[in-house]
């Protein structure tokens, strides 16, 4: 359920008329709204209640300051995965024992930083990483506490370049080798275990993966406790899909469910980290129609419509094959012809389109389309190839709405940049 309903004929976010929007801000944007991200907090939430948990929005997912602090004031913290993300969140307020800090990748610097702040765990993801924190940690006089990435080699059913806990995937240490690393870890001054975690893919459609995985984590916690190693935190990642195109991804109520049933009698707090259930529907790509044209080749004419907004503003398409629900801002007629035609972009690439092979409505240049589902992994993917400044970022909650980013000008395109007086 979001907030994105045809009134009167027009596309609106909550209480807004979109077109109002596009005419004050100029287009493309990217539309939130903020019923619709607290519905899905609570929501989500609510699943859990009465159990200890911690909820950490993947950063990664929509990382503006006003979505993180959105969730910082429902009680949510945050799972991050550079010092990047660090910085947002605690800039937008939320709490530093609620941040959860995952990667392969983590440098000496990033690891320093979020034990300055004092971060509730670390998931270290290999052995070398263990070696480097306890490191860091020791230079700075601090704990770190952490848990183990473990990875279950669990088929999430998604899509290759979003799943993770496959033992092909880069992510996590093997269930197999993860004893002993726990009993090293166990040994060394600056550490404190405090967890174990997995996370195992994104935009996962079926429950028995997440419970598969969570097994796995559970068997691996009662070796621990044989072993001596008693864990605090169980931190089974984010995954959870949203419906792009007609998917049926279990409902976070029925995933708590199961979860719970799974969990029934460990004695851990429970840690989620979810991404793009949270926003992902909570989110629009508005861009205006610029062109469109036929191009005759063979026997086939091919139809596109050229709009303002490109690949390098919603990555999804190009990069995954993805599949966005576009809506025209103005609701077509019922009978309205219809045409099969590719949406796509002004980048110098073949593969910058938002959907191909489409039945869309007829439009016209200037008229408003809304890339629906866009608010996960949307801007925060975005770049500025082709040298297009990044599009603002608007919210709207009932009647109002607010720029919560401006659009890039060129100035900020060369920020930085020099032009050099070496030969
Ligand atoms: C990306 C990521 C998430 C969020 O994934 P979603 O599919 O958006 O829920 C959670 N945890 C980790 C470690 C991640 O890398």
């Known amino acids: 359920m979001n907030h994105f309903t045809y009134r009167n004929g027009e596309l609106c976010c909550e209480d807004v008329r979109i077109q109002e929007i596009a005419a004050q801000v100029g287009t493309p944007f990217y539309l939130y709204s903020s019923a619709t991200l607290k519905r899905h907090f609570t929501a989500f939430e609510s699943g859990f209640e009465g159990m200890a948990h911690q909820t950490c929005f993947a950063v990664k997912a929509c990382s503006n300051l006003t979505i993180l602090n959105t969730f910082a004031k429902l009680g949510g913290g945050a799972d991050i995965v550079s010092g990047g993300e660090l910085f947002r969140a605690l800039k937008a307020g939320i709490d530093p024992k609620k941040v959860i800090y995952s990667g392969v990748g983590k440098t000496r610097k990033e690891l320093r930083e979020a034990l300055a702040a004092d971060i509730l765990m670390f998931n270290v993801e290999s052995p070398q990483e263990l070696d480097r924190l306890n490191e860091v940690a020791a230079e700075m006089n601090s704990i770190a506490r952490i848990a183990f990435r473990i990875n279950p080699d669990v088929d999430p059913k998604t899509h290759a370049y979003i799943s993770t806990g496959l033992a092909k995937n880069k992510f996590g240490i093997p269930v197999t080798e993860a004893l002993q690393e726990y009993l090293r870890a166990k040994a060394m001054p600056n550490i404190e275990i405090v967890g174990v975690s997995c996370h195992i893919g994104s935009q996962l459609t079926q429950i028995e993966p997440f419970i598969e995985a969570l097994r796995k984590v559970k068997g691996f916690i009662a070796k621990l406790e044989q072993a001596g190693i008693k864990i605090k935190y169980l931190d089974m990642g984010g995954g959870i899909g949203i419906p792009y195109d007609g998917e049926q991804p279990p409902h976070p109520i029925d995933y708590a469910t199961a979860v719970r049933a799974e969990l029934a009698g460990l004695d851990c707090t429970l840690i989620l980290e979810p991404g793009r259930v949270l926003v992902g529907n909570a989110g629009v790509l508005v861009t205006e129609v610029q062109y469109t044209k036929a191009n005759r080749g063979g026997d086939k004419e091919k139809h596109f419509i050229i709009v303002d907004a490109a690949m390098n503003d919603l990555a999804r398409p190009s990069l995954y094959g993805a599949y966005h629900e576009i809506l025209p801002v103005q609701e077509p007629a019922q009978d309205g012809a219809e045409q099969e035609a590719d949406v796509v972009g002004p980048i110098c690439e073949t593969g910058d389109f938002l959907a191909k092979d489409r039945l869309m409505p007829s439009v016209r240049p200037g008229e408003l389309l809304a890339?629906?589902?866009?608010?996960?992994?949307?801007?925060?993917?975005?770049?500025?190839?082709?040298?297009?400044?990044?599009?603002?970022?608007?919210?709207?909650?009932g009647e109002r709405f607010q720029v919560i980013r401006q659009r890039e000008n060129y100035d900020d395109l060369v920020r930085g940049e020099i032009i050099s007086d070496l030969e």
Not at 371 to 397: D, H, I, W
């Open 371 to 397: 890339v629906m589902s866009s608010g996960a992994y949307g801007f925060s993917m975005s770049s500025t190839y082709n040298s297009r400044p990044k599009v603002a970022e608007v919210l709207v909650s």
